[in-house]
């Protein structure tokens, strides 16, 4: 007799999967500090976005009548040493601080996910090579890394970027590969490696949905780290080059001026931590939603 | 165990190799020629086609690799082309004060971190929670570099409490190398804070939710000692294992912070390198660094084997 | 003799994320010295958390009111520092999980110790000395070998044994035990039984047993309280609850045992209630049973029913008591 199984699986995972989802939105709507870093994301996007439109004057331009002008009403975050406004620089500099934080973390998730992927399910030699190859990568501490491949790839915003993203693979590597790991153990996976599903169907019908979310939590909270990053860079002179408007570049630029005209040293590095404080409460309250175990 | 530790200590070994290639390889990759700039600047071809030699930059690159490897292996990284001084030396007199910094930022971090993360997971989601979680990410969030020039901004330039920047050797004037350390050493120590008070207190959360905390409050036992003996001695199982990985943020926030504070340390030494394209300097500082982060691993490793009596045993064949 | 444990009307509501759960509905029971009083019923049906609430113990999220009169003095209202006097000294607890239960960084010998450096001011070395005396009373073999070993490198019996020798290091008055043998392998199991048996009659220790298996119950408690979705159902000495049963939960719960010793073949199969324990977000009018009960009639829908006695010594809060299984016509 043959028994054909009726699965009522399908179904029932997918409410429960919607229950899951209202149940991590709630979580996540009901924590105001999740909700303020959401909003202070959204903002800075703005910022970024409609730079030329919010911004008062062109931030390039310079105006030697007014040079090192504290904030005032007609500049709100005073001029610096070339007379440009400095709320206007704030604006366009939210651009590269986006770019290069979220883009190179996403150029980093992109390349780490499919390695750590092939790793943890293939383990064996694939796994130790991988791994002993981010164990390396790891060697070089990760501000260590990014001057490094800066300074091997010039200095740009690209080049930032790129070496931002480099410099985070290895951790996301390293997440993901534990995150299969514990993916193989779960019974329908491996039931269906015992049906004989192929590799590939496993791992991305099967594997890749479980693995995602935590990795990409993951991936949310070292955006802050690559902002950061890209600041450092931009201020050591290996990122965004004078005269283009950057935070991290405009700090550079204000090192001399400081002590006449803190502002230009407050106000930049303000955004930065701003920036970064968002994304780091945004990525917390991605996480406490979805995974509601650490926190009361 | 002892199969365990000799597994654990190869492969610290194999890292360390395999980085050894990683940054010969890497400082070769660096924009401009090494004999260029040796020859300082130098448009003579004779000159630069000595120094070429002298440096063994005409052989291959395996060949050249084997030559500083093999120079590396007895203590000898190179003379500066810069300063003509040996970079094994200059390290030796830069390691002291980076050394120190860390250990300075390493012990505010823990006097601030644990009790902070404590406090926090004791009463959880209750104003004390929220205030020491919130100052947490602050610290995390906050650009290290920034931090330093707000704090030169607001107590050296402004309050003239403290030094603005620099250095003077310990042996020299304890006293004003600790007054300049302070702001360097609070500022790393603050990030580093951050960090184990988050450990801190989700381990502690954690540990405040097992049984057997409740078996030591229905043995009568304080709170405090519940907290203090129970809780926390299982909690810094955990936050020892995370402190390895931190070390290299630790490290990556010497650099920047070095530079602006400007102490003549490891930190400093790299970006100084990399900008005058001192390329023994920078594959030494760099191989450092490496090696440093890889024991600091391996200890970190160990000592959470001693700690954890769990490990202890299973690695035992008694 | 003085009622040793009296608790009263003791009630308890958690706050949970979907509203408040009512676990304990004005539970009262009174327990005397040197009595093995048996707490009984499925999973869920607040036993736990009764015992528990006694040491204050239960979750924060559990809101308990009520009386629990222990030597006269409420434990439920006590300040701490007096509460910290009576835990681990006068009450002790023994839980389910023995692995959980014991803290993994410590030797089983410090965990021993330490209650008696805490309550009998015991330097070290006496308390380590009174620790292995205590191991050996639990019957643990090469106690003094067994003092430096770390409860992960112990087999699950030897460490409820443990956790034992820790409740029992105090001479308490009362042990509360919850769900002691549950985790247990059952040769284990009857050998835990027998430690808690002999210290009963060594010296004189009250036990309340928390328990869902009535063999436990047959085998060492006086009386036994019946406990369904938060309210005491029955109650009666062991002997007549087993030959008399009055509720219809209790007839279940024991048909719900394998008898060996019984006319009735002896594989017999567990029998089971239909239905849940149900999920109580009010206060509930009527009988609590009544949706999983054979002899449920119309009024058992509406009337609360009183706990009642029936001579000589047995109480039944049911409108249709009797021991018969079938519904009345």
Known sequence: MTVTPVDPQPALTLTARALRRRRARRRFTARPLAVAGALGVALVVIFAVFAPLLSPVDPNAPNFDTVLAGPSPHHLAGTDQLGRDVLSRLFYGARSALLAGVLSTLLATVVAVPVGLLAGYYRRILDAVVMRIMDVALAFPFLVLAVGLAAVLGPSLVNATLALGIAQIPVIVRITRGEVLAARELDYVAASVVNGSGSATIMARQILPNVLSPVVVQATLTIPTAIVGAAILSYLGLGVQPPTADWGAMLSEARIYLSQAPWLGVFPGLAIFLTALSFNLLGDGVRDALDPRMRP | ?318 | ?329
Request: some cysteine.
């Open chain 2, 1 to 318: 165990m002892r199969w365990y530790l000799t597994r654990r200590v190869a492969a610290s070994l194999l890292t360390l190799f395999l980085a050894t290639i990683v940054v010969f390889l890497g400082v070769r990759a660096l924009p401009g020629d090494p004999a260029v700039a040796l020859s300082a600047e130098s448009n003579d071809p004779a000159v630069v086609a000595a120094i070429q030699h002298k440096y063994h930059l005409d052989e291959p690159v395996v060949s050249q690799y084997g030559h500083w490897l093999g120079l590396a292996l007895t203590g000898d990284l190179g003379d500066s082309p810069l300063t003509r001084l040996p970079v094994s030396s200059v390290l030796a007199n830069r390691i002291p004060v980076t050394v120190e910094l860390t250990l300075l930022a390493l012990v505010i971090g823990l006097v601030i971190g644990v009790p902070a993360g404590v406090i926090a997971a004791v009463r959880p989601g209750r104003i004390t929670d929220y205030l020491a979680s919130g100052v947490a990410l602050a610290g995390l969030s906050i650009p290290h570099f920034w931090f330093g020039i707000v704090l030169i901004l607001l107590l050296a330039v402004h309050l003239h409490l403290l030094p603005a920047a620099g250095f003077v050797p310990i042996l020299q004037d304890p006293v004003s190398n600790l007054l300049h350390m302070l702001m360097p050493a609070f500022v790393l120590g603050a990030g580093l804070a951050a960090v184990i008070m988050r450990q801190t207190r989700s381990a502690m959360l954690e540990s405040l939710g097992a049984d057997y905390i409740r078996t030591a409050r229905a043995k009568g036992l304080s709170e405090w000692s519940v907290v203090t003996v129970h809780a926390l001695r299982n909690s810094l199982v955990t936050v020892v294992t995370v402190f390895g990985l931190q070390l290299g943020a630790l490290i990556g926030g010497v650099v920047t912070i070095e530079q602006v504070f400007d102490i003549p340390g490891i930190g400093k030494l790299t970006l100084d390198s990399v900008f005058q394209r001192d390329y023994p300097t920078l594959q030494g500082v760099v191989l450092l660094t490496a090696a440093a982060y890889i024991l600091v691993n391996l200890l970190v490793d160990l000592t959470y084997t001693v700690i954890n009596p769990r490990i202890r045993v299973t690695g035992a064949p008694t």
């Open chain 3, 1 to 329: 003799m003085s009622t040793l444990l009296e608790i009263h009307d003791l009630t308890i509501w958690f706050d949970t994320d979907e509203g408040p759960v009512l676990a304990v509905n004005g539970l009262s029971l009174a327990l005397e010295p040197a009595q093995v009083l048996a707490l009984v019923g499925e999973s869920g049906c607040g036993k736990t958390v009764t015992a528990l609430s006694l040491l204050r113990l239960a979750p924060p999220n559990a809101r308990v009111t009520g009386q629990a009169r222990f030597d006269g003095k409420d434990l439920l209202a006590m300040p701490g520092r007096q509460l910290r006097a009576v835990r681990g000294r006068q009450i002790s607890m023994v839980f389910q999980e023995p692995m959980s239960s014991l803290n993994p960084v410590f030797t089983v010998g410090r965990q021993i110790a330490e209650v008696l450096r805490r309550h009998r001011k015991l330097s070290n070395r006496d308390a380590n000395a009174r620790a292995v005396e205590l191991l050996d009373l639990v019957r643990i073999p090469a106690a003094l070998r067994r003092m430096e070993e770390y409860p992960h490198q112990m087999s699950g019996g030897m460490r409820q044994r443990v956790m034992i020798a820790m409740a029992v290091a105090c001479d308490p008055k009362l042990i509360i035990a919850d769900e002691p043998t549950t985790a247990l392998d059952v040769t284990i199991q009857a050998q835990v039984l027998d430690i808690l048996r002999d210290l009963r009659e060594r010296f004189g220790t009250a036990i309340l047993l928390i328990t869902h298996n009535l063999g436990v119950v047959a085998d060492i408690a006086d009386r036994v309280v019946v406990m369904y979705a938060g309210h005491k159902v029955e109650q009666a000495p062991v002997g007549e609850l087993f030959a008399t049963p009055q509720h219809p939960y209790t007839i279940g719960l024991l048909g719900a045992v394998p008898r060996r010793q019984t006319h009735q073949s002896a594989d017999r199969r567990l029998a089971e209630i239909p239905g849940l324990v149900p999920v109580l977000r009010q206060t509930p009018t009527g009988c609590v049973f009544a949706p999983r009960c054979t002899r449920r009639t119309d009024p058992c829908q509406v009337t609360t029913p009183e706990l009642t006695p029936i001579p000589p010594d047995q109480h039944v809060a049911c409108l249709h008591p009797g021991t018969r299984q079938e519904v009345p016509a």
